[in-house]
């Protein structure tokens, strides 16, 4: 047992209901009826009253109070069924979201929200690597681990993104895209050529730097405002040849003052670390057994002599008998390690979990008070009414590639984030419901952190979408100052708020 991941655990709570659908011929033919439209238009289609609509309707996260029932499903092939779909809900004034993986913590790929036309994009699930150029041309619809195996069985090649395999390029990619690869080569949506996408008029574009730089930038980190991508072209990298995993494990008898300066000191590393290095915190419940009490882990990719070299400072600040893991791993050997299963995901897709979470970015380094605060805050909630652990990124540093790009390449506006925590938690024992206090609690766990330092420089990552989190506020902690050039182009690409999820641009 390695890394924690989110997906192995969903495997613990893999739910047996396939999400196959079909076509349901027998839903009313007036054309003075949404589903009367989109049957003018031949789409695949699901309403309520259609066999498969609730096994299809299942969002990922099943935790009380986020399933929402869309007022259709439809599942186009093509963008100019998109474009139709699209046409039809502007008719009928309906809101509009995508779904492509279903991954969202609040489920907005329903919509967020009852009625809603919902475009699943599972058909859009093309993928080739032009073999000169390196190009990826990838649907919407495909799940990160199917890319990732596809990539490099065709010509060893791979891009930067996140480590569970089911979850959907669509989603991941218009709001950031992280993984162990990321401060070498970027987060996912920094490998964008051009997206196909279908705008609130129903018009089909080919979007670049060039062809739409508004929407080109809005799209690649507030992508569910906009439009709905249906596929991507993307720069590939070629697969490091290795990767060195390692694993630094810390007693649970760690007094506060130790942990604060263990995290402390691997700051201070981190502000020069090589690109080439991926470190986390991990830190969870004693109800949570998988994995150590506090750990940093991470991935090196490079020899292991280079490793060494570079972890050298580090280990020379830290306790002389800091027990440590590592091993050499090949590509998607790395990939299978760091999702603690396969990388591949299950067809028909059928993981789900209960859960809540949220996310906490900082620009500059997390102060002494913040990180007391926060690791008492852990220490003194043994009886907290979830199952919970922390996982503490390392995105910035002199020479992360994610902060090497200024706010005027995308509207992602987490480049300067030094670190991205998330705080996850899952009903006690993996047992559902999730508490009613759950959500409360995970709150001034939050807040235990951000409390000491004011909230200046605390921002919030947008595919951990925290549904708790009023619009404005979404808005402040996802966006920042990005937020006003965001709210002007949404004004012009989608006046009517076609594309809407409670914390879209332009919710108030
Ligand atoms: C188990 C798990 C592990 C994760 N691991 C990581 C990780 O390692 N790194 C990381 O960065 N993130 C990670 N995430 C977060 C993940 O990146 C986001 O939840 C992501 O938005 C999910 O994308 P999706 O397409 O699967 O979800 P969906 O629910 O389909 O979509 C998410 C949002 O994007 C919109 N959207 C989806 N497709 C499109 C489209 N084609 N056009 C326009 N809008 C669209 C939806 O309307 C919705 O608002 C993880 C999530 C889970 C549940």
């Known amino acids: 047992m390695f890394l924690p991941k989110l997906s192995f655990l969903s495997f613990l709570l893999a739910s047996s209901g396939a999400a196959a659908v079909s076509i349901d011929a027998h839903y009313p033919h007036d054309p003075h009826t949404l589903s009367g439209c989109l049957l003018q238009f031949r789409i695949e289609t699901l309403l ?15 935790r009380t109070g986020l399933g929402w029932v869309p007022t259709a499903l439809v599942l186009p092939h093509t963008p100019q069924e998109v474009a139709a779909a699209i046409r039809c809900a502007n008719k009928f004034n309906i ?12 489920a907005y790929g329903l919509g967020g929200q009852n009625g809603s036309l919902v475009i699943d994009l599972q058909n859009f699930n093309m993928l080739s690597v032009d ?39 669509g989603g991941h ?70 990767a060195i995993i390692f694993n630094y494990t810390f007693p649970s008898s760690t007094s506060i003052p130790d942990k604060v300066s263990l995290f402390e000191k691997a700051q ?28 940093f882990v991470g991935a090196y990719w490079g020899s292991r002599g280079k490793f060494n070299e570079v972890i050298a400072p580090l280990l020379a600040a830290w306790p002389a008998d800091t ?11 790395a990939l299978d390690t760091f999702a603690m299963s396969s990388i591949v995901p299950p067809h028909p897709y059928n993981i789900h979990d209960t859960f809540f979470a949220k996310s906490l970015t900082t620009s500059v380094p997390i102060s002494n008070g913040s990180l007391s605060s926060f690791f008492t805050f852990l220490r003194d909630n043994s009886n907290a009414p979830v199952t919970w652990w922390v ?11 994610i902060a090497s790009k200024g706010p005027e390449d995308a509207s992602y506006a987490g480049r300067d984030a030094l670190w991205t925590f998330q705080l996850y938690s899952v009903p006690k024992g993996f047992i559902p419901p999730y508490p009613s206090d759950g959500v409360e609690f995970m709150g001034r766990m939050h807040d235990s952190m951000t409390k000491v330092d004011g909230s200046s420089n605390w921002g919030a990552y947008p595919n951990y979408v925290d549904p708790t989190l009023a619009p404005r506020e979404a808005h402040r902690l996802y966006y920042g100052s990005q937020y006003d050039r965001l709210r002007e182009i949404k004004r012009r690409y989608d ?6 999820n409670p914390q879209a641009i332009g919710v108030e």
Request: with cysteine; glycine share 10%; hydrophobic share 40%.
């Open 173 to 242: 990619i218009l709001h950031g895209g992280f993984g162990y690869t990321s401060r070498m080569w970027g987060i996912t949506l920094d490998t964008v050529l051009s997206i196909t996408a279908v705008i609130s008029t129903g018009q089909i574009l080919t979007i670049t730097s060039v062809s739409n730089p508004d929407l080109f930038w809005a799209l690649r980190g507030a992508g569910s405002s906009f439009a709905i991508a249906t596929s991507f072209q993307l720069q590939t990298q070629p697969a490091p040849s290795n």
């Open 495 to 500: 006046p009517e708020m076609r594309f809407w």
């Open 131 to 169: 073999p000169k150029t390196q190009i990826a041309t990838i649907g919407a619809g495909v799940r990160l681990g199917d890319i990732a195996t596809y990539l490099y069985n065709n010509g060893k090649r791979a891009l930067p993104h996140g480590m569970c395999g089911g979850v959907g390029l």
């Open 268 to 295: 201070e590393f981190a502000a020069t670390a090589p690109p080439e290095l991926a470190l986390r915190l991990m830190t969870r419940t004693a109800s949570f057994p998988i994995v150590a009490e506090w750990q």
């Open 391 to 401: 996982l503490g990124d390392l995105y910035g540093g002199k020479y992360s590639k």
């Open 323 to 333: 027990h440590a893991e590592i091993s050499e791993q090949k590509w998607l050997q």
């Open 95 to 106: 809101k509009v979201a995508a779904r492509s993986g279903g991954h969202s913590y609040g």
């Open 48 to 62: 309520p009253s259609s066999a498969n609509f609730s096994t299809a309707i299942q969002p990922y996260n099943l």
